[in-house]
């Protein structure tokens, strides 16, 4: 099995950052992609950032284009979600997942695993 552990969420004003972490443990593939999700209320869960086991083939919802950067050090089996310019819109629970597929991943079913989530509100 395998553990993702997101922290760094918390509450921000309009215009403010916050990098979200996610942690992979337990039993880890050799090599795997990285993606980011978020989910607000009565909304469905939307991808918002992906990234392949090499790091290239980054994807970013267009929403989120030129203000969030997804990166990951797979040494601590981690990776980021830096969120700049954060907009009241951006307010969800943000979740990580890891897909077995070494590939850049952007459905939502072909991710194994997920973390908890965890929230990120935006004040006007």
């Known amino acids: 099995q395998v553990q993702l552990v997101e922290t760094g969420g918390g509450l921000v004003q309009a215009g403010g950052s916050l990098r979200l972490t996610c942690t992979a443990s337990?039993?880890?593939?050799?090599?795997?992609?990285m993606g980011w999700f978020r989910q607000a209320p009565g909304k469905e869960r939307d991808l918002v950032a992906a990234t392949s086991w090499g790091g290239g083939g980054i994807y970013y919802a267009d929403s989120v284009k030129g203000r969030f950067t997804i990166s990951r050090d797979n040494a601590k089996n981690t990776v980021y979600l830096q969120m700049n310019s954060l907009k009241p819109e951006d307010t969800a629970v943000y979740y990580c997942?890891?897909?077995?597929?070494?590939?850049?991943?952007?459905?939502?079913?072909?991710?194994?695993?997920w973390g908890q989530g965890t929230q990120v509100t935006v004040s006007s």
């Open positions: 337990g039993r880890t593939f050799n090599s795997y992609g």
């Open positions: 997942a890891l897909s077995s597929r070494y590939t850049r991943v952007v459905v939502a079913a072909q991710y194994d695993y």
